[in-house]
């Protein structure tokens, strides 16, 4: 077992904890209770103390004698590395140091014993030093070094028993002196408040205020020798003294009156600093209240100040003197008000009236609040000829004042009054007619309430109609009781109102919005492309400029977009009562079919910044508004599925708004809408009509039994029946008469019509026809008997399937790039190949005279029965594979169909020459 011990305490190894953690040792030698620990070392900062470290063996005794040489051992310094205090190691005998740090190794070298010197350049406490084991062991503590400043204490008696403290009041004439004492004290430790007698220090005195009269002597009376800071004696700091066993004494008199108290503190242990200036780690102040005064000269006792022009500024002042005034002459006054910050000669007149003299005129500022300040007299005496400067403080008797009123224009029967007075108010008022208000015809009254008190700075309401920008505001002098049940109102330094001049009232320029705030889409195509606000009452181009507006909603992405109008871009409207902006749709990317606000802490809002003027200062005030949805729904998509081939069963037809839609029960929703169908706007009927659950979509069957060429078909149009629409969204906005027809998307319906058996006329079929042949007809024109005579495909094509909602004109399109191609194989009922044939027709192609759009025609696609080579085919069961593509500019779509067909033996054939 190693132990661990220093010269006067034996500190022995402790145990460690769980896991290699430990808990420190924690020693206070400053608060503690009944008697300090035995390891506590006081000493003074000035001085060093130093601990030896060694190491015995087990069950040896715990002196230097027995310390073991070379054995290894961990110092403990927590505070080694610190500004203040200052760790060295050493070996015995030895004046070579080396700096300690914090849970260093170390060895016992040769002589068994390592010294840890300890100094501190201030004051410090609770200094650790200790051993360790190893770097993971419970420190032992073997001393806690506390480095103290000496404190100084002043006595009225040499035997030190009449201690001058705070409340010790002392007054002598000018030319006398008094003896002062001063010790130096234990501030800590167990000594506490004893004399420190190993204490022989040098100490100055210095002075402040008006200590230039005071005059610092030895028990001898000679004045005590001057201390400087530089070598060259140039900078007085003050006087030099010394302290003998801790103690030391001198005399003190004045060369004329001081009145507010010798100020004076002696100083030891100086501090030079780095930048040149000197300072003293002990600094200890006289505590008592010394004067001395003057028996032939009077006192200037006291000095108020007054506003009599009612603007709130001091301009006289009251001072009373005390003592013989008649033995001196008043020579001049200066006064330093309202910051105390420095004098300035008087230059007005005054009067005397014995002890008081009343200062006119006096050129002083604003406080904003109760001042302070100094009020200092020349006098002369009539016997000597002495001159003396009398001062005395200036005590504040200015009542307040309005400097400014700004009213806020209230929303229902009362306004809001926000006044700035010069000074703060007495909060004990609240309510009653304490102000006048004036026009220029008349003064009465006025009945306010306080609402919020802050200092000089209160918020009023009152009734509206009673107070008007221009209209002028004072506090009242007078009032009864009944009208002012809370008194008067006065400054909260206890100072009444007197004379007040009236302030102008101000409009704050406050404006209130009104909650009918909308977005709009006035051309009714999905976008939203307008805003207006409104205002609870009207205001002027003026009240504009003050504002600043920003709108928000969706951009073509989803994302968020700020829109900001220049003020000068807002239209106000005739009355003043509302402000609208149209948007710049494409400026700002406005998502298209978002007629609907579904999340107004994301979009569909605005934020004002408003200007407003209260107490001659401009304030923003940021609020939001909530905005309205004024946008009419539109038709945001249209998908058609048409059915091409036969005639009982119904097209689909699904409409998707840009928002959900309530119908009413009785709707008959067929109503709703219009079909541009062959030239005219027509109504079709409807069988069924679905709705989704969110109210934005319906499926709609329609046009079951009608002729597939007489229906409606993709890139026809689409429109609002405004005479029969009875739906509207959910903030009740029906359809707008504005909102533009939309053109019907969805698949393309080709109509293929094919004839599944026809006879062969071999002696019809001439050798040099091809095995298929186009042929281009109108409409109308009927070729039924042509095709129970033949087998082949009449495909009727509307090429507008083609043109989505982005088409241009089609007088624009390149219509070589828009046309049709077509494949047709013929195949026996085992699947071999008979025949096949394919072909391209664009829409400027002879057939269609030059453009398939405004000469529509039917193709008929003819398989004149024979073979790729040119032979006839026999009796029997085809397989007919069609394909046919139409293409365009913008989009295409394509389609395919197998027809069984039948060649069977007869004489009524189609011969090849029709």
């Known amino acids: 077992m190693l132990l661990r011990t220093r010269f006067a305490m034996v500190v022995t190894f402790l145990s460690l904890l769980a896991e290699g953690a430990f808990a420190i040792e924690k020693i206070d030698c400053i608060d503690y209770k009944g008697d300090p620990d035995e390891r506590c070392v006081y000493s003074r900062f000035d001085g060093g103390k130093g601990v030896g470290l060694f190491v015995v063996g087990e069950g040896q005794d715990l002196i230097p004698e027995n310390a073991l040489p070379g054995e290894s051992f961990y110092v403990y310094a927590p505070m080694a590395g610190s500004d203040t205090v200052d760790f060295a190691l050493r070996s015995i005998g030895s004046n070579e ?6 849970m260093m190794e170390v060895n016992s070298g040769e002589s068994g014993i390592r010294v840890v010197n300890v100094r501190s350049i201030y004051p410090a406490y609770n200094v650790v030093v200790g051993t360790a084991a190893d770097a993971s062991s419970e420190p032992a503590i073997a001393a806690v070094y506390n480095f103290y400043a000496p404190e100084i204490e002043y006595y009225l008696d040499k035997e030190y028993t009449e201690k001058v403290s705070d409340q010790t009041k002392l007054q002598l004439e000018v030319g006398d002196t008094l003896a002062i004492y001063v010790r130096a004290v234990f501030p800590i430790g167990p000594m506490k408040g004893e004399t420190d007698s190993t204490l022989n220090k040098s100490y100055t005195i210095t002075t402040k205020a008006d200590g230039d009269n005071l005059k610092f002597l030895s028990p001898g009376k000679k004045e005590l020798d001057s201390a400087f800071t530089d070598v060259k004696r140039k900078n007085f700091a003050g006087y030099l003294d010394s302290l003998s066993k801790g103690k030391g004494s001198f005399l003190i008199t004045a060369t004329g009156s001081v009145k507010n108290g010798a100020d004076f503190t002696t100083n030891m242990y100086r501090d030079d600093h780095a930048d040149g200036t000197v300072d003293y780690v002990v600094k200890s102040a006289f505590p008592g209240n010394l004067q001395f005064v003057n028996p032939d000269m009077p006192s200037l006792d006291s000095a108020f100040i007054f506003d009599i022009s009612g603007d709130g500024i001091g301009d006289s002042i009251a001072a009373y003197f005390g003592g013989n005034i008649d033995v001196v002459d008043v020579k001049s006054f200066s006064v330093s008000w309202p910051d105390d910050d420095g004098f300035s000669k008087f230059k007005g007149d005054w009067t005397q009236r014995g002890y008081l003299v009343e200062l006119l005129d006096v050129e002083t500022a604003m406080a904003y609040d109760s001042g302070k300040g100094s009020l200092r007299s020349s006098v002369e005496s009539k016997n000597s000829g002495e001159t003396k400067n009398l001062e005395t403080e200036i005590q504040d008797r200015i009542g307040p004042v309005i400097l400014g009123a700004s009213k806020i224009r209230g929303i229902a029967d009362t306004d809001t009054l926000v006044i700035r007075f010069s000074k703060k108010i007495d909060e004990s008022w609240t309510s009653g007619k304490g102000f006048i208000v004036s026009t220029t015809k008349s003064s009465s009254p006025v009945a306010m309430e306080a609402i919020d008190k802050q200092g000089d700075l209160w918020t009023f309401v009152l009734d509206s109609g009673l107070v008007f920008a221009g209209d002028s505001i004072q506090i009242a002098t007078t009032c009864a009781k009944k009208a002012c049940p809370d008194g008067l109102i006065k400054a909260a330094d206890g100072n009444e109102t007197g004379k007040n001049n009236p302030a102008v009232v101000s409009n704050s320029g406050r404006l209130y919005m009104n909650d009918d705030n909308n977005f709009f889409d006035v051309d009714g195509d999905g976008r939203m492309d307008s805003v207006s606000v409104a205002f609870d009452y009207a205001i002027t181009e003026d009240d504009k400029e003050n504002m600043e507006f920003t709108f928000y909603w969706l951009n073509g992405d989803g994302q968020v977009v700020e829109i900001k109008p220049e003020t000068s ?28 606000i579904d999340n107004d802490t994301l979009y569909g809002y605005a934020e004002v910044v408003k200007k407003e003027v209260v107490d001659g200062e401009d304030i923003l005030d940021t609020i939001r508004l909530d905005m309205g949805d004024r946008m009419s729904p539109v038709i945001s998509a249209t998908f058609l599925e048409p059915e091409s081939f036969q005639k009982m069963e119904a097209d689909k037809f699904t409409l998707t708004f840009s928002e959900p839609v ?7 929703l067929e109503d709703c809408f219009e079909f541009f169908v062959d030239g005219e706007w027509v109504v079709i009927p409807f069988n069924q009509a679905l709705w989704s659950d969110d109210g934005r979509s319906v499926v709609i069957t329609l046009e079951n039994g009608v002729k597939l060429s007489d229906r409606m078909n993709p890139a026809d149009s689409l429109r609002f029946n405004l005479d029969a629409v ?6 009740g906005n029906g359809a707008s008469p504005l909102t533009p027809p939309v053109m019907v998307e969805g698949d393309p319906r080709v109509l293929m019509e094919a004839t599944s058996l026809a006879s062969l006329d071999r002696a019809s079929l001439l050798a040099d026809k091809a095995a298929f042949t186009e042929r281009f007809v109108l409409p109308q024109d009927e070729i039924d008997d042509e095709m129970k005579k033949s087998l082949g495909v009449k495909m009727d094509i509307s090429f507008a399937t083609i043109l989505n909602k982005d088409a241009v004109d089609v007088a624009n399109l390149d219509l070589e790039r828009i046309g ?6 013929v195949y026996t009922n085992l699947g071999a190949h008979v025949a096949g044939a394919s072909g391209t027709i664009t829409c400027d192609d002879r057939s269609f005279n030059g453009n ?18 040119g032979r006839k085919v026999g009796v029997g069961v085809y397989v007919a594979q069609f394909r046919v593509k139409v293409f365009g500019a913008n989009e295409s779509f394509e389609t395919e169909r197998i027809y069984n067909w039948g060649v069977r033996a007869g004489k009524d054939g189609l011969s090849l020459g029709e």
Do not use: H
Not at 583 to 593: L, Q, R
């Open 820 to 825: 049709l191609k077509w494949e047709l194989y």
């Open 97 to 102: 140091t080396e700096p300690v740090e914090n």
């Open 852 to 869: 398939c759009f405004e000469n529509a025609r039917q193709l008929y696609l003819r398989w004149n029965m024979r073979s790729d080579a």
């Open 569 to 596: 871009e807002m239209v106000l409207s005739e009355d003043g009562m509302q402000m609208g902006y149209a948007v710049d749709v494409e400026k700002y990317d406005i998502k298209p079919m978002l007629t609907s």
């Open 726 to 731: 009875g739906f509207a969204d959910k903030s």
């Open 662 to 668: 309530e119908v009413k029960e009785s709707q008959a």
